[in-house]
Protein backbone atom coordinates (compact mmCIF):
# COMPACT_ATOMS: atom_id res chain seq x y z
CA UNK A 1 0.00 0.00 0.00
CA UNK A 2 1.45 3.83 -0.66
CA UNK A 3 2.25 5.78 2.45
CA UNK A 4 3.13 9.28 3.07
CA UNK A 5 5.17 11.11 5.45
CA UNK A 6 5.27 14.39 6.90
CA UNK A 7 7.43 16.24 9.48
CA UNK A 8 6.26 19.18 11.71
CA UNK A 9 9.32 21.53 13.30
CA UNK A 10 7.41 24.69 14.44
CA UNK A 11 11.13 26.06 13.24
CA UNK A 12 9.42 26.59 9.72
CA UNK A 13 6.43 29.05 10.20
CA UNK A 14 4.48 30.81 7.86
CA UNK A 15 2.84 33.58 9.86
CA UNK A 16 -0.39 34.12 12.46
CA UNK A 17 -3.50 32.20 11.06
CA UNK A 18 -5.96 35.23 11.18
CA UNK A 19 -9.58 34.94 12.28
CA UNK A 20 -10.69 37.24 9.63
CA UNK A 21 -9.78 33.86 6.99
CA UNK A 22 -12.95 32.68 9.06
CA UNK A 23 -15.52 34.93 7.51
CA UNK A 24 -18.57 34.22 5.13
CA UNK A 25 -21.19 36.18 2.87
CA UNK A 26 -24.65 37.48 3.14
CA UNK A 27 -25.59 38.64 -0.34
CA UNK A 28 -28.76 40.20 -1.28
CA UNK A 29 -29.76 36.73 -3.33
CA UNK A 30 -32.41 33.72 -3.33
CA UNK A 31 -33.46 32.91 0.49
CA UNK A 32 -29.61 33.88 2.12
CA UNK A 33 -31.51 37.37 3.44
CA UNK A 34 -35.46 36.55 3.50
CA UNK A 35 -35.82 33.13 4.48
CA UNK A 36 -32.44 32.76 5.72
CA UNK A 37 -30.98 35.13 8.16
CA UNK A 38 -34.02 36.86 8.42
CA UNK A 39 -37.93 35.38 8.41
CA UNK A 40 -40.15 37.55 10.77
CA UNK A 41 -43.20 35.31 11.94
CA UNK A 42 -40.76 32.51 12.37
CA UNK A 43 -41.38 30.11 15.39
CA UNK A 44 -37.53 31.03 16.46
CA UNK A 45 -37.68 34.79 14.99
CA UNK A 46 -36.78 37.74 17.41
CA UNK A 47 -38.82 40.69 17.69
CA UNK A 48 -36.67 42.00 14.59
CA UNK A 49 -37.30 38.96 12.39
CA UNK A 50 -33.81 37.42 13.20
CA UNK A 51 -33.75 33.93 12.95
CA UNK A 52 -32.55 32.39 16.00
CA UNK A 53 -31.66 29.21 15.23
CA UNK A 54 -29.33 30.27 12.15
CA UNK A 55 -27.56 32.99 14.71
CA UNK A 56 -26.94 29.81 16.76
CA UNK A 57 -25.23 28.02 13.62
CA UNK A 58 -23.83 31.09 12.25
CA UNK A 59 -21.75 30.91 16.10
CA UNK A 60 -21.52 27.19 15.71
CA UNK A 61 -20.03 27.82 11.88
CA UNK A 62 -17.38 29.94 14.07
CA UNK A 63 -17.60 32.78 11.57
CA UNK A 64 -15.97 35.49 12.01
CA UNK A 65 -16.30 38.28 9.54
CA UNK A 66 -19.23 38.75 7.05
CA UNK A 67 -19.10 40.42 3.62
CA UNK A 68 -22.51 42.38 3.03
CA UNK A 69 -24.24 43.19 0.77
CA UNK A 70 -23.20 41.56 -2.40
CA UNK A 71 -21.04 40.21 -4.26
CA UNK A 72 -23.15 41.42 -7.48
CA UNK A 73 -26.10 43.08 -5.95
CA UNK A 74 -24.22 45.76 -4.47
CA UNK A 75 -23.66 47.48 -7.98
CA UNK A 76 -26.99 48.82 -8.78
CA UNK A 77 -27.76 48.62 -4.88
CA UNK A 78 -28.86 52.35 -3.44
CA UNK A 79 -27.94 51.96 0.42
CA UNK A 80 -30.36 54.80 1.61
CA UNK A 81 -33.18 52.31 0.25
CA UNK A 82 -32.25 50.26 3.67
CA UNK A 83 -32.71 52.25 6.47
CA UNK A 84 -34.82 54.66 8.27
CA UNK A 85 -38.42 53.20 8.97
CA UNK A 86 -39.31 49.76 7.05
CA UNK A 87 -42.83 51.44 5.86
CA UNK A 88 -41.42 53.77 4.29
CA UNK A 89 -39.09 51.80 1.73
CA UNK A 90 -39.03 51.44 -1.60
CA UNK A 91 -39.16 48.29 -3.78
CA UNK A 92 -36.67 48.04 -6.42
CA UNK A 93 -35.65 45.54 -9.05
CA UNK A 94 -32.29 43.96 -8.32
CA UNK A 95 -31.05 43.55 -11.85
CA UNK A 96 -28.30 41.16 -10.57
CA UNK A 97 -30.55 38.32 -9.64
CA UNK A 98 -33.63 39.61 -11.46
CA UNK A 99 -35.41 39.48 -8.10
CA UNK A 100 -38.16 42.49 -6.59
CA UNK A 101 -36.16 43.77 -3.55
CA UNK A 102 -38.61 45.02 -0.76
CA UNK A 103 -35.65 46.62 1.31
CA UNK A 104 -37.30 45.38 4.45
CA UNK A 105 -33.84 44.51 5.50
CA UNK A 106 -30.79 46.64 5.28
CA UNK A 107 -27.91 48.24 6.72
CA UNK A 108 -29.27 48.58 10.23
CA UNK A 109 -31.04 45.82 10.50
CA UNK A 110 -27.88 43.79 8.86
CA UNK A 111 -25.51 45.62 11.70
CA UNK A 112 -28.45 44.15 14.42
CA UNK A 113 -27.43 41.18 13.30
CA UNK A 114 -23.77 41.18 13.44
CA UNK A 115 -23.69 42.23 16.69
CA UNK A 116 -25.65 39.21 17.59
CA UNK A 117 -23.84 37.14 15.51
CA UNK A 118 -20.79 38.22 17.29
CA UNK A 119 -19.26 39.06 13.35
CA UNK A 120 -17.32 41.66 12.10
CA UNK A 121 -18.77 43.66 9.61
CA UNK A 122 -17.25 43.91 5.96
CA UNK A 123 -19.11 46.12 3.83
CA UNK A 124 -19.11 46.65 0.00
CA UNK A 125 -19.97 50.05 -1.63
CA UNK A 126 -21.85 50.37 -4.83
CA UNK A 127 -19.18 51.62 -7.79
CA UNK A 128 -21.35 50.19 -10.47
CA UNK A 129 -24.27 52.63 -11.10
CA UNK A 130 -22.84 54.89 -7.95
CA UNK A 131 -19.25 56.39 -7.23
CA UNK A 132 -17.37 58.40 -4.84
CA UNK A 133 -19.78 60.57 -3.15
CA UNK A 134 -21.99 57.41 -2.41
CA UNK A 135 -19.63 55.75 -0.73
CA UNK A 136 -18.51 58.96 1.34
CA UNK A 137 -22.31 59.12 2.14
CA UNK A 138 -22.77 55.59 3.36
CA UNK A 139 -19.02 55.90 5.42
CA UNK A 140 -20.31 58.94 7.20
CA UNK A 141 -23.63 57.21 8.23
CA UNK A 142 -22.30 54.04 9.59
CA UNK A 143 -18.66 55.40 11.34
CA UNK A 144 -18.76 59.50 12.23
CA UNK A 145 -20.26 59.67 15.69
CA UNK A 146 -22.56 62.57 14.99
CA UNK A 147 -23.12 65.69 14.30
CA UNK A 148 -23.70 66.20 10.83
CA UNK A 149 -26.57 65.01 8.97
CA UNK A 150 -25.74 61.23 7.57
CA UNK A 151 -24.16 60.24 10.96
CA UNK A 152 -27.30 62.24 13.06
CA UNK A 153 -29.64 60.11 10.67
CA UNK A 154 -27.99 56.69 11.90
CA UNK A 155 -28.16 57.67 15.87
CA UNK A 156 -32.26 58.43 14.55
CA UNK A 157 -32.79 55.64 13.27
CA UNK A 158 -31.73 53.98 16.58
CA UNK A 159 -27.96 53.62 16.28
CA UNK A 160 -26.82 56.21 19.22
CA UNK A 161 -23.25 54.70 17.94
CA UNK A 162 -21.01 54.27 15.60
CA UNK A 163 -21.06 50.99 13.65
CA UNK A 164 -17.05 51.31 13.67
CA UNK A 165 -16.94 49.22 10.10
CA UNK A 166 -13.43 48.87 9.53
CA UNK A 167 -13.36 46.50 6.50
CA UNK A 168 -14.64 47.94 2.90
CA UNK A 169 -14.60 46.48 -0.84
CA UNK A 170 -14.47 48.74 -3.07
CA UNK A 171 -17.27 47.74 -5.71
CA UNK A 172 -17.82 43.56 -6.61
CA UNK A 173 -16.07 41.77 -9.30
CA UNK A 174 -15.98 44.94 -11.90
CA UNK A 175 -13.82 42.99 -14.56
CA UNK A 176 -17.06 40.81 -15.15
CA UNK A 177 -19.13 41.75 -18.26
CA UNK A 178 -22.15 40.34 -16.22
CA UNK A 179 -21.42 42.97 -13.76
CA UNK A 180 -23.91 46.11 -13.74
CA UNK A 181 -21.56 49.07 -14.27
CA UNK A 182 -18.76 47.19 -15.24
CA UNK A 183 -15.56 48.90 -15.94
CA UNK A 184 -12.25 48.62 -17.51
CA UNK A 185 -9.86 47.91 -15.74
CA UNK A 186 -8.08 51.82 -16.09
CA UNK A 187 -11.85 52.82 -15.26
CA UNK A 188 -12.46 50.99 -12.74
CA UNK A 189 -8.38 51.63 -10.93
CA UNK A 190 -9.09 55.31 -11.41
CA UNK A 191 -12.64 55.26 -9.63
CA UNK A 192 -11.67 52.77 -6.90
CA UNK A 193 -8.51 55.07 -6.21
CA UNK A 194 -10.61 58.07 -5.88
CA UNK A 195 -12.98 56.50 -3.91
CA UNK A 196 -10.60 55.42 -1.43
CA UNK A 197 -8.42 58.64 -0.87
CA UNK A 198 -11.53 60.01 -0.06
CA UNK A 199 -12.66 57.81 2.44
CA UNK A 200 -9.56 57.60 4.27
CA UNK A 201 -10.23 61.23 4.54
CA UNK A 202 -13.28 60.71 6.84
CA UNK A 203 -11.76 57.95 8.44
CA UNK A 204 -8.17 57.03 8.21
CA UNK A 205 -8.46 53.41 10.56
CA UNK A 206 -10.18 51.65 7.46
CA UNK A 207 -8.99 48.62 5.81
CA UNK A 208 -10.06 48.88 1.82
CA UNK A 209 -9.90 46.25 -0.56
CA UNK A 210 -9.74 46.62 -4.18
CA UNK A 211 -11.28 44.24 -6.57
CA UNK A 212 -9.09 41.92 -8.40
CA UNK A 213 -10.52 39.47 -11.27
CA UNK A 214 -13.33 37.56 -10.65
CA UNK A 215 -11.54 34.21 -11.43
CA UNK A 216 -8.70 33.36 -12.15
CA UNK A 217 -9.82 31.81 -16.05
CA UNK A 218 -11.06 35.59 -16.80
CA UNK A 219 -9.63 36.43 -20.09
CA UNK A 220 -7.81 39.82 -18.46
CA UNK A 221 -6.59 37.74 -15.51
CA UNK A 222 -3.10 38.89 -13.82
CA UNK A 223 -3.29 42.57 -16.41
CA UNK A 224 -6.29 43.29 -14.22
CA UNK A 225 -4.64 42.93 -11.18
CA UNK A 226 -1.48 44.85 -12.48
CA UNK A 227 -3.60 47.68 -13.81
CA UNK A 228 -6.00 48.23 -11.56
CA UNK A 229 -2.72 48.15 -9.00
CA UNK A 230 -1.05 50.78 -10.47
CA UNK A 231 -3.92 53.09 -9.84
CA UNK A 232 -4.32 52.11 -6.39
CA UNK A 233 -1.81 49.85 -5.04
CA UNK A 234 -0.45 53.09 -2.36
CA UNK A 235 -4.53 53.26 -1.43
CA UNK A 236 -5.67 49.70 -0.80
CA UNK A 237 -5.20 47.21 2.10
CA UNK A 238 -6.44 44.39 0.09
CA UNK A 239 -7.03 42.54 -3.41
CA UNK A 240 -9.66 40.54 -3.96
CA UNK A 241 -9.67 37.34 -5.48
CA UNK A 242 -13.02 35.07 -6.25
CA UNK A 243 -13.07 31.17 -7.22
CA UNK A 244 -15.82 28.97 -7.52
CA UNK A 245 -15.23 24.87 -8.48
CA UNK A 246 -18.09 22.98 -10.49
CA UNK A 247 -18.38 19.57 -9.85
CA UNK A 248 -21.21 19.02 -12.18
CA UNK A 249 -19.50 16.95 -15.05
CA UNK A 250 -18.90 13.84 -12.09
CA UNK A 251 -15.03 14.39 -12.66
CA UNK A 252 -14.25 13.74 -8.95
CA UNK A 253 -10.66 13.31 -9.74
CA UNK A 254 -10.54 16.70 -10.73
CA UNK A 255 -12.77 18.31 -8.52
CA UNK A 256 -10.71 16.01 -5.16
CA UNK A 257 -7.81 18.31 -6.59
CA UNK A 258 -9.44 22.15 -6.86
CA UNK A 259 -7.35 23.56 -4.15
CA UNK A 260 -4.35 23.06 -6.74
CA UNK A 261 -5.83 25.45 -8.73
CA UNK A 262 -6.91 28.13 -5.76
CA UNK A 263 -2.76 27.81 -4.87
CA UNK A 264 -2.02 28.84 -8.33
CA UNK A 265 -4.27 31.42 -8.40
CA UNK A 266 -2.94 33.19 -4.81
CA UNK A 267 0.67 32.36 -5.89
CA UNK A 268 -0.17 34.23 -9.35
CA UNK A 269 -1.73 36.94 -7.60
CA UNK A 270 0.86 37.75 -4.91
CA UNK A 271 3.88 37.92 -8.22
CA UNK A 272 1.43 40.10 -9.47
CA UNK A 273 0.62 42.47 -6.44
CA UNK A 274 5.02 42.21 -5.60
CA UNK A 275 5.56 43.47 -9.60
CA UNK A 276 3.75 46.22 -8.52
CA UNK A 277 5.25 46.83 -5.59
CA UNK A 278 8.82 46.65 -7.38
CA UNK A 279 8.33 48.69 -10.14
CA UNK A 280 6.65 51.48 -7.73
CA UNK A 281 9.17 50.96 -4.96
CA UNK A 282 6.50 50.44 -2.28
CA UNK A 283 7.58 48.58 0.85
CA UNK A 284 4.57 47.55 1.84
CA UNK A 285 3.15 44.04 0.88
CA UNK A 286 -0.49 44.21 -0.50
CA UNK A 287 -2.56 41.30 1.34
CA UNK A 288 -5.39 38.99 -0.79
CA UNK A 289 -9.05 38.69 0.29
CA UNK A 290 -10.14 36.01 -0.57
CA UNK A 291 -13.78 37.44 -0.38
CA UNK A 292 -16.00 34.85 -2.40
CA UNK A 293 -14.96 30.53 -2.68
CA UNK A 294 -16.68 27.67 -2.59
CA UNK A 295 -18.10 24.38 -3.88
CA UNK A 296 -20.81 25.78 -6.51
CA UNK A 297 -22.81 23.96 -9.13
CA UNK A 298 -22.12 26.91 -11.03
CA UNK A 299 -23.79 25.34 -14.82
CA UNK A 300 -27.33 24.98 -12.58
CA UNK A 301 -28.01 29.12 -12.40
CA UNK A 302 -28.72 29.87 -15.60
CA UNK A 303 -31.76 27.92 -15.48
CA UNK A 304 -33.19 28.97 -12.35
CA UNK A 305 -32.98 32.63 -13.84
CA UNK A 306 -34.93 31.64 -17.12
CA UNK A 307 -37.57 30.09 -15.83
CA UNK A 308 -39.11 32.48 -13.53
CA UNK A 309 -40.19 36.76 -13.78
CA UNK A 310 -39.67 39.32 -11.30
CA UNK A 311 -40.24 37.81 -7.88
CA UNK A 312 -39.62 38.18 -4.20
CA UNK A 313 -36.52 35.74 -2.52
CA UNK A 314 -36.76 33.05 -5.10
CA UNK A 315 -35.39 29.61 -3.96
CA UNK A 316 -31.83 30.64 -6.09
CA UNK A 317 -28.93 27.89 -6.38
CA UNK A 318 -29.87 26.00 -3.33
CA UNK A 319 -27.18 23.53 -4.08
CA UNK A 320 -27.17 19.92 -1.75
CA UNK A 321 -23.57 19.56 -0.92
CA UNK A 322 -22.27 15.82 -1.04
CA UNK A 323 -19.65 14.71 1.03
CA UNK A 324 -16.75 14.79 -1.35
CA UNK A 325 -17.73 18.38 -1.33
CA UNK A 326 -17.20 19.05 2.38
CA UNK A 327 -13.54 17.39 1.36
CA UNK A 328 -13.26 19.86 -1.15
CA UNK A 329 -14.42 22.91 1.07
CA UNK A 330 -12.17 21.15 3.98
CA UNK A 331 -8.94 20.92 1.44
CA UNK A 332 -9.59 24.89 0.29
CA UNK A 333 -9.53 26.01 3.66
CA UNK A 334 -6.02 24.30 3.88
CA UNK A 335 -5.09 26.78 1.00
CA UNK A 336 -6.01 29.28 2.24
CA UNK A 337 -4.23 28.67 5.89
CA UNK A 338 -1.08 27.70 4.06
CA UNK A 339 -0.94 31.15 2.30
CA UNK A 340 -1.37 33.14 6.08
CA UNK A 341 1.46 35.02 5.46
CA UNK A 342 -0.42 37.00 2.15
CA UNK A 343 -4.33 35.95 2.38
CA UNK A 344 -5.63 37.93 5.80
CA UNK A 345 -9.19 38.21 4.50
CA UNK A 346 -11.71 35.08 3.27
CA UNK A 347 -15.42 34.84 2.66
CA UNK A 348 -17.01 31.71 2.06
CA UNK A 349 -19.84 32.42 -0.30
CA UNK A 350 -22.95 32.21 1.07
CA UNK A 351 -23.92 31.73 4.90
CA UNK A 352 -27.54 30.68 4.35
CA UNK A 353 -29.21 28.88 1.32
CA UNK A 354 -27.38 30.01 -1.34
CA UNK A 355 -24.36 27.35 -2.03
CA UNK A 356 -24.46 27.64 1.87
CA UNK A 357 -23.59 25.69 4.82
CA UNK A 358 -26.45 26.30 6.50
CA UNK A 359 -29.70 25.77 4.90
CA UNK A 360 -33.41 26.27 6.18
CA UNK A 361 -36.89 26.10 5.16
CA UNK A 362 -39.25 29.31 5.19
CA UNK A 363 -40.79 28.59 8.41
CA UNK A 364 -39.34 25.47 9.64
CA UNK A 365 -36.10 24.32 10.51
CA UNK A 366 -32.44 25.05 10.11
CA UNK A 367 -29.69 22.62 9.19
CA UNK A 368 -26.08 21.73 8.30
CA UNK A 369 -24.77 21.16 5.26
CA UNK A 370 -21.38 18.83 4.89
CA UNK A 371 -19.62 21.86 4.22
CA UNK A 372 -20.64 23.56 8.01
CA UNK A 373 -18.14 20.95 9.31
CA UNK A 374 -14.62 21.17 7.81
CA UNK A 375 -15.28 25.60 8.05
CA UNK A 376 -16.43 24.94 11.58
CA UNK A 377 -13.40 22.34 12.44
CA UNK A 378 -11.06 24.55 10.73
CA UNK A 379 -12.20 27.60 12.85
CA UNK A 380 -12.48 26.33 16.13
CA UNK A 381 -8.78 24.35 16.09
CA UNK A 382 -6.61 26.93 13.15
CA UNK A 383 -5.06 28.81 15.89
CA UNK A 384 -1.79 30.01 16.30
CA UNK A 385 1.07 29.68 13.59
CA UNK A 386 0.64 28.35 10.62
CA UNK A 387 3.87 25.83 9.88
CA UNK A 388 5.14 24.61 6.66
CA UNK A 389 4.54 21.26 5.82
CA UNK A 390 5.76 19.69 2.59
CA UNK A 391 4.77 16.22 2.55
CA UNK A 392 6.20 13.36 0.46
CA UNK A 393 3.09 11.88 -1.13
CA UNK A 394 1.95 10.28 -3.74
CA UNK A 395 0.26 11.43 -6.72
CA UNK A 396 -2.40 11.02 -9.48
CA UNK A 397 -3.70 11.97 -12.67
CA UNK A 398 -6.26 14.32 -13.08
CA UNK A 399 -7.79 15.81 -16.17
CA UNK A 400 -7.99 19.52 -15.40
CA UNK A 401 -5.20 19.57 -13.24
CA UNK A 402 -2.48 17.27 -14.45
CA UNK A 403 -0.03 14.78 -12.10
CA UNK A 404 -1.43 16.11 -8.35
CA UNK A 405 -0.52 14.87 -4.93
CA UNK A 406 -2.77 12.37 -3.53
CA UNK A 407 -2.07 14.39 0.15
CA UNK A 408 -2.25 17.99 0.96
CA UNK A 409 -1.71 19.16 4.37
CA UNK A 410 -0.72 21.98 6.70
CA UNK A 411 -0.40 22.71 10.24
CA UNK A 412 -1.17 25.51 13.03
CA UNK A 413 0.90 25.64 15.85
CA UNK A 414 -0.75 27.39 19.47
CA UNK A 415 1.81 28.21 21.42
CA UNK A 416 -0.11 29.32 24.14
CA UNK A 417 -1.61 26.20 25.12
CA UNK A 418 1.42 24.00 23.37
CA UNK A 419 -1.44 22.24 20.92
CA UNK A 420 -0.81 21.03 17.48
CA UNK A 421 -3.58 20.70 15.04
CA UNK A 422 -2.94 19.09 11.20
CA UNK A 423 -5.55 19.45 8.71
CA UNK A 424 -4.96 16.54 6.39
CA UNK A 425 -7.05 15.44 2.90
CA UNK A 426 -6.82 12.11 0.92
CA UNK A 427 -7.88 12.72 -2.18
CA UNK A 428 -7.40 9.35 -3.26
CA UNK A 429 -10.37 6.58 -3.63
CA UNK A 430 -8.16 4.10 -1.23
CA UNK A 431 -6.78 4.72 2.51
CA UNK A 432 -3.50 6.37 2.91
CA UNK A 433 -0.83 5.93 5.77
CA UNK A 434 0.31 8.56 6.89
CA UNK A 435 3.50 8.80 8.76
CA UNK A 436 4.21 12.35 11.05
CA UNK A 437 7.54 13.06 12.35
CA UNK A 438 7.28 15.27 15.54
CA UNK A 439 10.78 15.47 16.69
CA UNK A 440 10.50 19.08 16.22
CA UNK A 441 7.98 19.12 19.32
CA UNK A 442 8.96 15.66 21.23
CA UNK A 443 6.40 16.47 24.34
CA UNK A 444 3.10 15.92 22.00
CA UNK A 445 1.22 13.24 23.27
CA UNK A 446 -2.31 12.12 20.97
CA UNK A 447 -5.82 13.86 21.70
CA UNK A 448 -8.48 13.14 19.40
CA UNK A 449 -8.25 12.56 15.99
CA UNK A 450 -11.67 13.73 13.87
CA UNK A 451 -12.63 13.12 10.15
CA UNK A 452 -15.18 13.69 7.46
CA UNK A 453 -15.25 10.55 5.29
CA UNK A 454 -16.53 10.29 1.83
CA UNK A 455 -15.18 7.05 0.81
CA UNK A 456 -17.98 4.84 1.33
CA UNK A 457 -20.77 7.07 0.04
CA UNK A 458 -19.15 9.98 -1.76
CA UNK A 459 -23.11 11.39 -2.90
CA UNK A 460 -24.08 10.96 0.83
CA UNK A 461 -25.94 14.57 1.57
CA UNK A 462 -27.82 16.10 4.37
CA UNK A 463 -30.89 16.87 3.97
CA UNK A 464 -33.77 18.18 6.11
CA UNK A 465 -35.31 14.94 6.64
CA UNK A 466 -31.24 13.16 7.44
CA UNK A 467 -29.38 16.74 9.04
CA UNK A 468 -26.42 14.43 10.05
CA UNK A 469 -26.05 11.85 7.95
CA UNK A 470 -23.06 13.62 6.30
CA UNK A 471 -20.95 14.53 9.88
CA UNK A 472 -17.73 14.53 11.81
CA UNK A 473 -16.60 10.74 13.18
CA UNK A 474 -14.13 10.16 15.80
CA UNK A 475 -11.35 7.62 14.89
CA UNK A 476 -8.76 6.09 16.86
CA UNK A 477 -6.20 8.19 18.92
CA UNK A 478 -2.72 8.30 17.02
CA UNK A 479 -0.15 7.98 19.65
CA UNK A 480 3.05 9.52 19.37
CA UNK A 481 6.02 7.47 19.65
CA UNK A 482 9.87 8.58 19.74
CA UNK A 483 8.50 11.36 18.02
CA UNK A 484 6.32 9.64 15.14
CA UNK A 485 2.84 8.05 14.52
CA UNK A 486 1.36 6.77 11.89
CA UNK A 487 -2.51 7.51 11.35
CA UNK A 488 -4.87 5.85 8.10
CA UNK A 489 -6.42 8.59 6.54
CA UNK A 490 -9.93 6.77 5.13
CA UNK A 491 -10.11 7.06 1.48
CA UNK A 492 -11.24 10.74 0.05
CA UNK A 493 -11.08 12.11 3.58
CA UNK A 494 -10.90 15.29 5.04
CA UNK A 495 -9.16 15.12 8.82
CA UNK A 496 -8.52 16.92 11.59
CA UNK A 497 -5.23 15.66 13.99
CA UNK A 498 -4.88 17.10 17.54
CA UNK A 499 -1.90 16.58 19.28
CA UNK A 500 -0.77 18.24 22.71
CA UNK A 501 1.60 18.32 25.43
CA UNK A 502 1.99 15.14 27.30
CA UNK A 503 1.67 16.37 30.80
CA UNK A 504 -1.80 18.36 29.44
Known sequence: MRTAQLTIDPAFSIGPADRRLFGSFVEHMGRCVYGGIYEPGHPSADSRGLRRDVLDLTRELGVSVVRYPGGNFVSGYRWEDGVGPVGNRPRRLDLAWKTIETNAF????????????????????????????????????????????LSDLRRKHGAEDPYGVRLWCLGNEMDGPWQVGHKTADEYGRVAAEAARAMKMIDPSISLIACGSSNRRMPTFASWEATVLEHTYEHVDYISAHTYYDPSDGDQASILASAVDMDNFITEVVATADHVAAKRRHKRKLKISFDE???????????????????EAPALIEDDFTAVDAVVVGDLLITLLRHADRVGVAAQAQLANVIAPIRT??????????????????????RGTVLRTDPVSPRYDTKKYGDVPVLDTVAVHDEETGELTVFAVNRDSTDLPLEIDLRGLPAMSGLSFQSIVAGSDPSAMNTEAEPDRVTPRDLPTPTPDGGRCTVRLPAVSWSVLRFGPANA
Not at 376 to 381: D, F, G, H, I, V
Open 106 to 149: GLDEFMTWAAEAGVEPMMAVNLGTRGVQEALDLLEYANHPGGTE
Open 293 to 311: WNVWYESRLQADLDRRGWV
Open 361 to 382: RNGGPAWRQSIFHPFALTARYA
